[in-house]
């Protein structure tokens, strides 16, 4: 292959290039129209009752766990399988990060292993619980809900990687992810190698009209200009300032982007399935390439990942040959900042053993059938397949 294939892409149509260039001829590029819109269909499309869009999705995770509820030195559990921004919002906030460890069947936070953490805690030690949809597998909200509900802690779902994700919960219903059902708020990144391509941006989702009420307050610097919220009224021009809030705005050109862009994710959606089931087929007979979660339906597939115990040798062998894979994620706890709060190799043995195996295949809707097919014989020459 003469041009590389990384293993995440954003794709710009002439409809989404358009609809950025209509948004800057118009009176608003910032604080209009477009963001009020972009909420709207987002909720539409997700199944929640509100959305509030912010600067990207660290902003969201940071408001998200501030309008939640967290006093210093509180805990909140998650997945050492994730980027840093999930955890790192819970140390914005003055809380303590503990870490589970992973199902190695699913990658996702094991449910057992929260439970056992909590069984040895105090009232008041824990503030809640982020459990992440990795890779675009939904994890079962409703057991973390019944869980978080039995130690009267919150429950924020990280579902940057499924939008348009799916499970069956334990009444057999069809549950979104991200749409509010369990979780008290979700948070989304519009990353350009996320589904819906911005370049940055971010979206948290909620069915509480006041943790929505104070996320639109806390990204805006603690704002208002409701009259009804006001403790003081000089006239038309007045504004107060309530709460320590953060510019994490997020402008109507890139909601216009994001608009444009979510007009076709189903299609996008479908296209990361049919590039999954691919894998799946071609790699189904090579014994030394473990796949996780090959259940296609339900699955948001922001990567594609197997393991292989020549990880390394593989990734240089494909970069070689211009197919740029990557490893999702280096374990949250193994970096030296986490380290240093007393976070050791060993800690997780199920997310260490992971991460020594795992890469992320190439996976994206512009991906061309000529580009799927050189990556899978490239793989397959390797193993000698």
Not at 32 to 39: A, D, S, W, Y
Not at 42 to 70: D, E, K, P, W
Not at 138 to 160: K, N, T
Not at 178 to 188: D, E, L, R
Request: a negative charge.
């Amino acid at each position: 292959m003469d041009h590389k294939i990384p293993y995440g892409k954003q794709e710009i149509t002439e409809e989404d290039i358009q609809a950025v260039v209509a948004t800057l001829r118009s009176d608003f590029i910032t604080q209009g129209p477009k963001v009020n819109e972009f909420e709207k269909k987002f909720t539409q499309y997700i199944g929640a009752n509100y959305a509030v869009a912010v600067a990207n999705g660290t902003a969201a995770l940071h408001l998200s766990v501030m309008a939640l509820g967290i006093k210093p030195g509180q805990k909140v559990i998650s997945s050492p399988i994730t980027f840093a921004a999930t955890t790192n919002a819970v140390l914005y906030n003055q809380g303590e990060v503990e870490f589970c460890d992973i199902d190695p069947d699913t990658i996702l936070l094991d449910i057992v292993e929260v439970r056992k953490k909590l069984k040895k805690s105090k009232p008041g030690d824990y503030a809640g619980i982020i459990p992440v949809d990795f890779a675009g597998s939904p994890i079962q909200m409703d057991a973390f809900r019944s869980l978080a509900d039995e130690y009267g802690i919150w429950l924020l779902e990280d579902a940057c990687h499924a939008p348009g994700g799916f499970y069956q919960d334990s009444k057999g219903e069809k549950q979104n992810c991200g749409n509010g059902i369990y979780a008290q708020a979700a948070i989304f990144s519009f990353h350009p190698v996320k589904h819906i391509a911005c370049g940055e941006g971010g979206m948290i989702t909620t069915n509480d009209e006041k943790i929505y009420q104070k996320l639109l307050s806390l990204r805006s610097h603690g704002i208002t200009k409701n009259s009804a919220e006001l403790l003081e009224n000089h006239g038309g021009w007045y504004h107060e300032m309530q709460n320590l809030g953060y510019n994490y705005r997020l402008n109507d050109i890139v909601c216009s982007l994001g608009i444009s862009q979510l007009s076709r994710s189903d299609e996008a959606l479908l296209k990361r399935r049919s590039i999954a089931s691919y894998y799946f087929n071609a790699f189904k007979d090579i014994s030394k390439i473990k796949m996780i979660n090959q259940e296609v339906n339900g699955h948001a597939y922001h990567l594609f990942v197997i393991q292989t115990k020549q990880r390394k040798e593989l990734y240089e062998y494909l970069i070689e040959r211009n197919i740029f894979v990557q490893v999702h994620y280096i374990p949250v706890h193994l970096h030296p900042y986490y380290q240093k709060m007393g976070f050791k190799k060993g800690d997780f043995p199920n997310a260490e053993a992971y991460y020594e195996i795992c890469l992320s295949l190439p996976i994206f809707p512009s991906l061309t059938e000529e580009e799927l097919k050189f990556t899978t014989s490239t793989i397959k020459a390797f193993f000698n397949e």
